[in-house]
């Protein structure tokens, strides 16, 4: 009777052990890190996926162009190389899984991803889908309109990073409201599994799992810092003006441009602004320093802008160039207007409303705070009502 209640628990262990290793092999993301109160601060992880199959675990970080494959076991719910630990499991089911990386740093909190696979050549197909239009997501939290471009981010990313790209995203939620500047975007092909990673503040941020790729509409599932669940959205893309209704835009904005009202900032709050830094502008695409806009520019109504039909542009202040460039173009639905090649915020013009001579835009820009010591800037939107000077 001992011996088959020793079998008996036996066969339960085992049945238990199976049943959890079941569990844990899949694909996994990490969205969310918990510091310990002695960690005395963290790596920033968001992003890494994981996936256990067998005795084989295998990991890369959203941004990165390669993985790493490990032989792995577990031991007393320490997941063990080699040479070193990867943690210990603090709760696993079906859609969490926790890992603690030690008792004084931190717990790892990661999300499965579902099981939809694509093909290299597939994931070409949904790149170049997302680069030839603008795309929206709603959440529960938020509303997001983003453009991607392929000029390469390089802000803070390695030589071998995984295509990570600039991506400019109007965004609505209680969060934050406006035009993104200096993020980016990447799409990673991780065990024949497609996930989209979106930057908030240059940090990995958003992710989008993508499970259909029809076209017109993209379907995942989506999970962010603000969101840390997933849930089931999908991408739907942006119209597409006409070419005839694009000329006549374009056609409409050529010519010089004076500020007939400033609607925002609010001139008399402007002297009550805190500023921040140096008045420098470090571009993730290209690093340069610039003339900014002042107050005075602003009180006065002496900024200018110039576009020409052969594509060059140009912003002044009291005769002072800010900014100069031999591109700028629409985007092909017509609610933007793109200065140069690296998509960034401050070089993305929204357009509110074009009609006869009359052109109002919202554009993020710094503001020279005119400050005795030392240059000072604070970062604002000018949402300007420009009309259309006679040459």
């Given at each position: 009777m001992k011996t088959k209640l020793i079998l008996l628990?036996?066969?339960?262990?085992?049945?238990?052990?199976?049943?959890?290793?079941?569990?844990?092999?899949?694909?996994?993301?990490?969205?969310e890190q918990n510091a310990k109160p002695n960690s005395g601060?963290?790596?920033?992880?968001?992003?890494?996926?994981?996936?256990?199959?067998?005795?084989?675990?295998?990991?890369?970080?959203?941004?990165?162009?390669d993985e790493t494959e490990k032989k792995y076991w577990i031991e007393d719910n320490v997941i063990k190389f080699d040479t070193s630990t990867f943690g210990k499991i603090i709760h696993l089911s079906k859609d969490s899984l926790i890992i603690e990386e030690d008792?004084?740093?931190?717990?790892?909190?990661?999300?499965?991803?579902?099981?939809?696979?694509?093909?290299?050549?597939?994931?070409?197909?949904?790149?170049?889908?997302?680069?030839?239009?603008?795309?929206?997501?709603?959440?529960?939290?938020?509303?997001?309109?983003?453009?991607?471009?392929?000029?390469?981010?390089?802000g803070g990313m390695s030589e071998e990073a995984n295509d990570v790209r600039c991506i400019v995203y109007e965004t609505e939620n209680k969060y934050w409201n406006g035009i993104s500047d200096y993020e980016w975007w990447t799409l990673k092909h991780f065990d024949d599994k497609l996930v989209?990673?979106?930057?908030?503040?240059?940090t990995e941020n958003a992710f989008f799992q993508i499970t259909a790729n029809l076209g017109q509409v993209i379907y995942g599932q989506y999970i962010s810092a603000f969101e840390n669940n997933w849930t089931k959205v999908k991408l739907k893309k942006g119209q597409i003006l006409s070419s005839k209704r694009l000329d006549a835009m374009r056609e409409m904005i050529i010519g010089n441009w004076v500020i007939e009202n400033t609607i925002e900032p609010n001139l008399e709050?402007?002297?009550?602004?805190?500023?921040?830094?140096?008045?420098?502008?470090?571009?993730?695409?290209?690093?340069h320093k610039r003339n900014?806009?002042?107050?005075?520019?602003?009180?006065?109504?002496?900024?200018?802008?110039?576009?020409?039909?052969?594509?060059?542009?140009?912003?002044?202040?009291?005769?002072?160039?800010?900014?100069?460039?031999?591109?700028?173009?629409?985007?092909?639905?017509?609610?933007?207007?793109?200065?140069?090649?690296?998509?960034?915020?401050?070089?993305?013009?929204?357009?509110?409303?074009?009609?006869?001579?009359?052109?109002?835009?919202?554009?993020?820009?710094?503001?020279?705070?005119?400050?005795?010591?030392?240059?000072?800037?604070?970062?604002?939107?000018?949402?300007?009502?420009?009309?259309?000077?006679?040459?």
């Open positions: 628990l036996i066969f339960i262990v085992q049945v238990s052990c199976k049943e959890e290793k079941s569990d844990l092999e899949r694909s996994w993301i990490l969205v601060g963290m790596y920033m992880l968001r992003g890494l996926l994981v996936d256990f199959e067998g005795n084989q675990m295998t990991y890369s970080y959203i941004t990165a162009k008792t004084n740093s931190f717990d790892m909190h990661f999300r499965p991803l579902e099981n939809f696979s694509f093909s290299t050549s597939e994931k070409e197909d949904v790149f170049q889908n997302l680069l030839k239009n603008s795309w929206s997501i709603e959440t529960k939290k938020s509303n997001q309109i983003f453009y991607c471009d392929t000029t390469v981010y390089s989209l990673g979106i930057s908030y503040h240059q709050m402007l002297d009550s602004v805190e500023y921040h830094s140096e008045l420098t502008e470090e571009s993730r695409t290209i690093e900014g806009i002042t107050k005075t520019n602003l009180k006065e109504n002496t900024i200018n802008f110039s576009f020409k039909r052969n594509g060059e542009f140009q912003i002044k202040a009291n005769d002072k160039e800010i900014r100069s460039g031999d591109l700028w173009e629409l985007t092909n639905d017509g609610q933007y207007i793109k200065l140069e090649k690296g998509i960034v915020g401050n070089n993305f013009i929204k357009i509110l409303n074009l009609k006869d001579n009359k052109l109002q835009i919202l554009k993020k820009e710094m503001i020279d705070a005119e400050v005795q010591k030392g240059i000072k800037f604070f970062q604002t939107f000018l949402n300007l009502e420009l009309i259309k000077k006679e040459n």
